[in-house]
C-alpha cells in the first residue's frame, strides 16, 4: 500500500476518506482537517482566548498539542477525578505535553476541594459515578474559564464519541438531548462560556494515529468507570457498520450537524434550553432550581469553599491572544 500523496509506503489507510498515507502526509492530513474545521464552524475567531480540557488521553492531548502548533496558542485544564493509579498517571502525561508547548495547565483536585475521590462522592450523591463526573467537570470547566480570563472551552469529543452519543439519543429518542450536541454551543453572557469541539469530525482511530505519529505520550487506558458505559456498546456497534460500509459514523454526524444547522432559530425549543433561563443563587450557573448541582453538593458536604486550581507551567495569557496563522 502507498502514500496516495508522496508515493512512499503509507502507514495507515483511511477506508472512510478512499485512502491511504505515510506519517508525515496523515499529519499534514490531520492538522489541516481540523484547522478547516475550526474555521468552517467558526469555533475559535481573532482575539478569543481559548483554554483545551485535557484528561491525558489520546483525543485531548493531540488536541492541545496541534492547536499550539496551528499557531492557536492555548493553556489546558484537568480534573484530578482522584482515581487510584489513573488520575495521577494521567496528570504526569499532561505534563509532559505543558512542558513541550510551554503551557500552562491548571489542576482542579476533586479530593482536595470535595474530600472525596470521584466514586466516593458518587456514592455520597446517590448517582453513578459518570452522572457525578459529568456534573462536576462541566461546572468546573466553566468555571476555570469565567474566573480565569479564557472564554472558549475546547473538548477532544471525537467523531466516535458524538456518533455513539447521538445513536444513543436516536435509540430512546432523547428529545431534550438530541438537538444539544452541536459543535460548538455558544456563550451565555456572564453565565456560560463558549464551548468547542474541533476533533468532532476526526475519529478515535486517526486522533491515536497522530499521538503517536507526533510521539505523545498518552494514557492507554479507559477510566476504569467507563467500562460499563453504553456509549461502549454503541461504539461497537457503529465499527460494524463502520467495516462492512466505510465512512458511515462520518455521514451520520455530517447529517446531524446539516440538520441541525436547517433548524436554525426554528428549532424546537428543548427542557434544557428552557432550564437555562435559570440561574444559581450563589455562583450564576444554569439551574432547575434556586442552587446549581454543584453548589447544593458543596452544601450537602458542609464545604463553602472558593474553588481552588493548582498550577502547573508558567505562561501568562494577558500578554497573548490566540492568533490564526
Ligand atoms: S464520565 Fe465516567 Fe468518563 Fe468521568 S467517571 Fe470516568 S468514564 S471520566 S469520559
Ligand atoms: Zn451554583
Known amino acids: 500500500m502507498k502514500c ?10 483511511l477506508r472512510s476518506y478512499k485512502t491511504a498515507l505515510c506519517d508525515s502526509d496523515f499529519l499534514s492530513f ?24 485535557v484528561s491525558g488521553g489520546k483525543d485531548s492531548l493531540s ?26 498517571t494521567s496528570l504526569d502525561k499532561i505534563k509532559k505535553v505543558a512542558d513541550a508547548l510551554k503551557r500552562k495547565v491548571y489542576v482542579f483536585r476533586i479530593r482536595s476541594v470535595l474530600d472525596k475521590g470521584i466514586d466516593g462522592l458518587a456514592r455520597a450523591m446517590k448517582r453513578v459515578p459518570c452522572s457525578a463526573c459529568g456534573m462536576i467537570k462541566r461546572y468546573i470547566m466553566n468555571r476555570i474559564c469565567m474566573d480565569k480570563g479564557y472564554n472558549v472551552l475546547v473538548t477532544g469529543h471525537n467523531l ?8 444513543g439519543n436516536v435509540l430512546y429518542w432523547k428529545k431534550e438531548y438530541l438537538w444539544k450536541k452541536d459543535i460548538v454551543l455558544e456563550a451565555k453572557e456572564g453565565h456560560l462560556s463558549k464551548k468547542v469541539k474541533p476533533l468532532f469530525l476526526c475519529s478515535e482511530r486517526e486522533s491515536a494515529a497522530y ?13 476504569p468507570f467507563s467500562m460499563n458505559a453504553k456509549s461502549i456498546i454503541y461504539k461497537g456497534m457503529l465499527n460494524t457498520l463502520e467495516e462492512s460500509s466505510p465512512g458511515t459514523k462520518l455521514m451520520f454526524v455530517k447529517g446531524y450537524l446539516r440538520a441541525l444547522k436547517d433548524m436554525g432559530s426554528a428549532g424546537e425549543t428543548t427542557r434544557e434550553e428552557a432550564r437555562e433561563t435559570k440561574y444559581c443563587v450563589n455562583c450564576g450557573y444554569p439551574t432547575y432550581g434556586e442552587k446549581c448541582s454543584f ?24 500578554s497573548e491572544r490566540a492568533v490564526m496563522t
Open 211 to 223: 499521538a503517536i505519529m507526533s510521539d505523545i505520550d498518552y494514557v492507554y487506558e479507559e477510566c
Open 4 to 13: 496516495r500523496v508522496c508515493g512512499q509506503p503509507a502507514s495507515i489507510n
Open 160 to 167: 466516535d464519541d458524538e456518533a455513539s452519543a447521538l445513536f
Open 30 to 53: 490531520f492538522e489541516k482537517r481540523v484547522r478547516t474545521t475550526i474555521e468552517k464552524y467558526r469555533l475559535i475567531t481573532e482575539g478569543d482566548i481559548p483554554i483545551v480540557a
Open 63 to 88: 488536541l492541545w498539542y496541534l492547536m499550539n502548533k496551528l499557531g492557536i496558542e492555548c493553556d489546558g485544564v484537568y480534573i484530578d477525578l482522584g482515581i487510584e493509579g489513573y488520575s495521577d
Open 295 to 318: 453548589c447544593w453538593a458543596l452544601e450537602k458536604f458542609g464545604l463553602h469553599c472558593s474553588l481552588k486550581f493548582d498550577e502547573y507551567g508558567s505562561y501568562s495569557i494577558d
